[in-house]
């Protein structure tokens, strides 16, 4: 499973994701890859799930894949209320 964290620049935001992301992960032990990724690179990205903010999940509709939207970054019981349904398909 790869979760590809998206954010405009591919720095702070996405790496605030993906902690966020890997903590709740290792809490429903889910083994998974996280890697970041910026708004401009992430369709040419290979991920199995993105995760990033509203605003970039507009950008990113019409891929074939499931894009979670989060509005808190680092809020872990708003991450696993909508990324653990996602992965247990």
Known sequence: MRILAVCGMGFGSSMVLRMTIEAVLREAGISASVSTSDISSAKAEPADVI????????????????????????????MKQKLIPILSK
């Open 51 to 78: 995760v990033t903010s509203a605003e970039f999940s507009e950008l990113l509709s019409g891929m074939n894949i499931p894009i979670v939207t989060v509005k808190n970054y680092v809020d872990k019981n708003e």
